[in-house]
């Protein structure tokens, strides 16, 4: 079945630092896949997404391009702040779009 | 434009009582999707709603059901409560419906209903 790996937390960063948060997939056909943001106390929101292969989606100076050859969906930023600590998920979205199943979450933490 | 509303956010309860949560979603979507948190599951799909039919379900116990209204607001409800319910219930709703662009569904969530269980 679906599937979505991403890497093991935490990960402590000073800020200005540069942030890669792999994730990788399982999947048949063409999934979506996301990158949801958790700001302690309160529910996820939507970072960025892309729909097909060598998409890249881009928010708030986060990147990720979606490789096929390599099911990776990685989350990138150059530069972070202390204002980015928070738990990133990747998720990889059914065909129906009517489930998003959801790695298990990289909890980042930014010092100034 | 208001965000998804879950109620209540805290809630408080024992072993074998029944439960009920409560979502608004945002005016104008029409699915409505529900989403179990726990520190070692991760989050866990339940099951998803749209035109007050369960169109997907999670790997979850008849314990966990759900229901959506023709206004759209959806509940769940989990009966005779297991210490291991203990769980952050997230909802999320979402304007499309199906189709080949329906995968790129995106979805916005409440701030979630933190169930404990003693």
């Known amino acids: 079945g679906n599937s979505v790996t991403q890497m093991e937390g935490p990960v402590t960063l000073s800020e200005e630092a540069f942030l890669t948060i792999n994730c990788t997939y399982t999947?048949?056909?063409?999934?979506?896949l996301f990158w949801y943001v958790q700001y302690p106390g309160e529910g996820l929101q939507l970072l960025l997404k892309?729909?097909?292969?060598?998409d890249k989606g881009s928010n708030k100076g986060f990147e990720a391009t979606y490789r096929k050859e390599t099911t990776s969906f990685h989350l990138e930023k150059g530069s972070v702040q202390v204002s980015d600590s928070a738990v990133y998920f990747c998720?990889?979205?059914?065909?129906?779009?009517?489930?998003?199943?959801f790695g298990k979450g990289t909890t980042l933490s930014v010092s100034s | 434009k208001a965000g998804v509303t879950q109620t209540p956010r805290y809630l408080i309860k024992t072993r074998g009582q029944q439960v009920t949560l409560s979502c608004s979603p945002i005016?104008?979507?029409?699915?409505v999707s529900w989403y179990q948190q726990t520190p070692g599951q991760g989050l866990q799909f339940l099951f998803e709603?749209?035109?007050?039919?369960?169109?997907n379900k999670g790997n979850f116990p008849g314990r966990f059901s759900g229901r959506q209204f023709s206004n759209s607001r959806s509940e769940m409800n989990v009966s005779t409560l297991e210490l291991g319910d203990s769980a952050l219930y997230l909802c999320?709703?979402?304007?499309?419906?199906?189709?080949?662009?329906?995968?790129?569904?995106?979805?916005?969530f409440g701030a979630g209903s933190r169930l404990t269980v003693l």
């Open positions: 999320a709703s979402s304007p499309r419906t199906s189709g080949p662009a329906a995968g790129a569904n995106v979805l916005t």
């Open positions: 999947a048949t056909g063409y999934p979506s």
């Open positions: 892309a729909t097909k292969a060598d």
């Open positions: 998720a990889l979205g059914n065909q129906a779009g009517t489930a998003l199943i």
């Open positions: 005016s104008g979507h029409r699915s």
């Open positions: 709603y749209f035109s007050e039919t369960q169109r």
